[in-house]
């Protein structure tokens, strides 16, 4: 049973038990992914169809989150469960982003690139301080 509130939605077309099944299982799969999602927003939409393209689905996926809200938008597909697996396949890969980027192992402008960086500027100051050290010693 999913842990956060699950609000599924559908436009232009009526949503059968096996797709709503579907999605709680997906939804499940992030919760336990990354534990602070707050809620699940999941819209399902058929555009007004042309006449000379078939049925086209739409999905997308809001996640609240503590800070920052995840928006998942999917371009239109023409098999109902794949636009599903897709929006959901890019939320997970939307949250490991998200947690990688919490966790601090994502680098962000401005920081040093390694600790490398800060060994060369130690061992420039030793060299700066023999050098200054051996001239006055003469």
Do not use: W
């Not at 939605?9 to 707050?38: A, P, V, Y």
């Amino acid at each position: 049973m999913a842990r956060i509130p699950l609000q599924i939605t559908s436009r232009n077309f009526e949503i059968t038990g096996d797709i709503e099944q579907r999605i709680l299982k997906k939804s499940e799969k992030l919760d336990k992914f990354h534990r602070d999602m707050m809620g699940c927003r999941v819209l399902l939409e058929v555009p007004h169809r042309n006449r000379n393209s078939g049925v086209v689905y739409n999905a997308r996926i809001d996640l609240a989150m503590p800070g920052k809200d995840i928006v998942i938008r999917r371009e239109a597909n023409e098999d109902l469960y794949k636009a599903i697996n897709l929006a959901f396949e890019a939320a997970l890969r939307r949250l490991q982003s998200h947690a990688r980027r919490k966790r601090g192992e994502v680098k962000r402008r401005g920081e040093p690139f390694d600790d490398a960086q800060e060994g060369m500027d130690a061992a420039f100051t030793e060299d700066q301080g023999l050098k200054n050290l051996q001239e006055s010693s003469r």
